[in-house]
């Protein structure tokens, strides 16, 4: 299934108690490597259509940490201005090759909120003639807790997120 993943279309598929996501990136593996660890290009592209990154540090070593809050700026929509926080904890980042984090929940102050579900994320970057593939393999605790991710709306949260990159990536060429 993921062999075929085209330029800028997500492929995602649950197994057990993972996501799996691949997708082909139109820049070189340095560059989608630096905007998944560099603050200014997150502010640019990460969060689903209709959030903003608003808040966002990075400490990019492992070690390290990647602290956001995005935040909902769609009118139209009931939670506007409605905030979500996360963290990130880099246990690896193999330049320009891999970057493995615990994903979390957390509070303004970077607390890890314990009730909510989190997930060993694991990213890898590949070489696709011109262009990048990564790979990504979200494993949660219990099939429960990735259940509960996906019912908040998670692959199409992720999907929009991915497509905002691609488009970022598409603009910074230009």
């Known amino acids: 299934m ?14 057990d108690q993972s996501l799996f996501l691949e997708q082909v990136f139109p820049a070189s593996r340095e560059q989608v490597f630096q905007a998944f660890i ?4 997150l502010k640019q592209w990460w969060g689903p259509n209709g959030w903003e990154l608003t808040y966002c540090e990075v400490d990019a070593k492992a070690g390290g940490f990647w602290h956001f809050c ?10 506007v201005g409605q905030q979500s926080w996360g963290k ?45 593939r990564v790979k990504s ?13 996906l019912k908040m709306g998670l692959i199409t949260g992720i999907t929009e997120t991915w497509m905002k990159l691609d488009q970022y990536l598409k603009k910074k060429a230009e």
Do not use: H, W
Request: hydrophobic letters at 30%.
């Open 2 to 15: 993921f062999s075929r993943a085209k330029l800028g279309k997500i492929s995602s598929k649950v197994k």
């Open 38 to 41: 560099d603050a200014e290009q």
């Open 70 to 79: 995005m935040t909902c700026t769609d009118q139209s929509k009931e939670y």
């Open 88 to 132: 990130a904890l880099y246990d690896e980042l193999d330049t320009p090759n891999r970057i493995v984090y615990r994903d979390c929940f957390s509070n303004e102050k970077g607390d890890i909120d314990p009730e909510m579900p989190e997930s060993l994320v694991i990213l890898e970057f590949e070489d696709q003639a011109k262009f990048t």
């Open 137 to 149: 393999e979200a494993r949660y605790p219990s099939k429960e807790e990735l259940d509960a991710v």
